[in-house]
């Protein structure tokens, strides 16, 4: 066990419950905050708002529930090459819980968050810490990628402004490739628990398109709420969200990425549609992802604190005890040894 995990075991021992109502007073921050940014932008959704179709937006929920089981699942393929002690349905809750820390200025909060949940459960930080590396990375890849191929589709753009995608995409992959990967984790001294195989960095990044793309999709159905887009539209609206995710990934280590994806995403869509409908599509996709994200997170953590209480847990106290039993053991039979 590493200085740091007992570090952190003892202080969420100590102080679980104050760590609990901080927590929730976060989320009740959040929730306020998603509530003011509604109604500050209330002048702008209404009068779209009134005449809207709202059938499509069921469609719109079905959609983004593909996507987030593709958004876990592409987490937790990735972190079980990092390490394979714990379930799918484990590393869901964890991903689900540490999303809502994307919604709070810097970094720290999303990777740290992490971090914390799985050194409760005996993995390194280290190890954590590596898996959200190449989760960015392999975002960052698939974003400039799919980038590349439905932007021209849809804007009549010079090749010269393909070039820094281009540039990502081949710096991604030589970062990506699974002999780089190994001797990363070698000068950590956190091999990894088996060789990554090509196959398997192929079936992040097929993952992750398939998450940028029904996220594509989500938006061509908001859009169609207010407008009835025709499907030719949809190969555009796909490079869109494919570009916004790649500038959201830009500002990712900065101390707040909030606001560049919007951005990108509202300069792409005033090429089809108006400004005022545009500026209406970007608020309403933060507002309601920001929603189901705090909701979806709020039950993973109520879940997840049932799974391993932050005081000791009966769990925890036996694992401890066997370690002592072992030590023991191993203390008797050196004595013999020197006898």
Known sequence: MFPLSEKIKAFYTEHGKIIKIALYFIWAILFGFLIYTTWKSRDQLIPYMVEAD??????????????????????????????????????????????VSRRLPGTIWYVGGRMVLYEKMEVPSIKTASASGVEFIIS?????????VFIPLGLDLSKKWLIPLGIVVALGLVALWPKNIEKIMLKLKHPLVQPVSVQQVIGWLLLRMALVLVGGVMIF????????????KLLFILGARALAGAAGMLTFFLPSSMGASDLTLLAMLTSIVPTSLATVIALLVRIYTTFFEL??????????????SFRESTSDATIIFRKRIENSLEECQEKRNND
Do not use: C
């Not at 909701?295 to 391993?308: A, D, E, Q, Y």
């Open 54 to 99: 709202y059938s499509q937006s069921f469609i719109v929920i079905g959609v983004y529930l593909v996507a987030l089981f593709l958004a876990v699942s592409n987490w937790a393929v990735i972190m079980r090459a990092f390490d394979k002690s714990i379930s799918f349905w484990m590393h869901a809750k964890i991903y689900l819980v540490s999303m």
């Open 295 to 308: 909701i979806v997170g709020l039950i993973s953590f109520i879940t997840l604190n049932n799974t391993f």
């Open 221 to 232: 159905f908001t859009i169609r709420i207010f407008e009835p887009f025709r499907v030719n």
């Open 140 to 148: 960052f890849v698939a974003d400039a990628l799919l980038a590349t």
